[in-house]
T-cell receptor, first 114, second 111 residues
Framework: DVKVTQSSRYLVKRTGEKVFLECVQDMDHENMFWYRQDPGLGLRLIYF???????EKGDIPEGYSVSREKKERFSLILESASTNQTSMYLC?????????????FGEGSWLTVV | GNSVTQMEGPVTLSEEAFLTINCTYTATGYPSLFWYVQYPGEGLQLLLKATKADDKGSNKGFEATYRKETTSFHLEKGSVQVSDSAVYFCALSDRGNQFYFGTGTSLTVIP
């Protein structure tokens, strides 16, 4: 089975702190994604990466950055956390397979910024 | 562009009732279609998928058929259980390796 592991399930951070959310997948997937999920807004794509050291902005990249130094690991960084970044963050991965791929999700990281 | 529209919830059903959650899509080409389920406090799990027209995906008593003529992928289950209470997301994947999700439909099943 594909496993996508998010290192932190629940975090509480202070406004202005730098926050790292880590994600590891074990299936050698090329693509990795970070989404944000908020009530009534569904899933919104923050960033995705289709290869090591490659990244593309999603729909809501402002206030976030990402890092992919190894194929299996994709980190989401909040340079200076703000209260409006309180949310659930979902990491996901998929094969690069021309539309026949399936996306697999981690269990989510609940971030509260106070 | 690509998009997914699914029926808004919340949906509340009695145990053993029939479930339908509507999903329609807009896409260029021939996307793959998916249903994901999210239980409280967890990430999304793949429930079923279909990769070409007229395919039927099925899992755990849930079914959905890829209807290209109506651009639909409605989720159905003949007899829901309390344990089916969750949020259900319809999604599509295009050849550009992007995924598009509906906004989710919350289902509550009462005993």
């Amino acid at each position: 089975d594909v496993k996508v592991t998010q290192s932190s399930r629940y975090l509480v951070k202070r406004t202005g702190e730098k926050v790292f959310l880590e994600c590891v997948q074990d299936m050698d997937h090329e693509n990795m994604f970070w989404y944000r999920q908020d009530p009534g807004l569904g899933l919104r794509l923050i960033y995705f990466s289709y290869d090591v050291k490659m990244k593309e902005k999603g729909d809501i990249p402002e206030g976030y950055s990402v890092s992919r130094e190894k194929k299996e690991r994709f980190s989401l960084i909040l340079e200076s956390a703000s209260t409006n970044q309180t949310s659930m963050y979902l990491c996901a991965s998929s094969l690069f397979a021309g539309g026949r791929n399936t996306i697999y999700f981690g269990e989510g990281s609940w971030l509260t910024v106070v | 562009g690509n998009s997914v529209t699914q029926m808004e919830g919340p949906v509340t059903l009695s145990e053993e009732a029939f479930l339908t959650i509507n999903c329609t899509y807009t896409a260029t080409g021939y996307p793959s279609l998916f249903w994901y389920v999210q239980y409280p406090g967890e990430g999304l799990q793949l429930l079923l998928k279909a990769t070409k027209a007229d395919d039927k995906g099925s899992n755990k008593g849930f079914e959905a058929t890829y209807r290209k003529e109506t651009t639909s992928f409605h989720l159905e289950k003949g007899s829901v259980q309390v344990s089916d209470s969750a949020v259900y997301f319809c999604a599509l994947s295009d050849r550009g390796n992007q995924f598009y999700f509906g906004t989710g439909t919350s289902l509550t099943v009462i005993p």
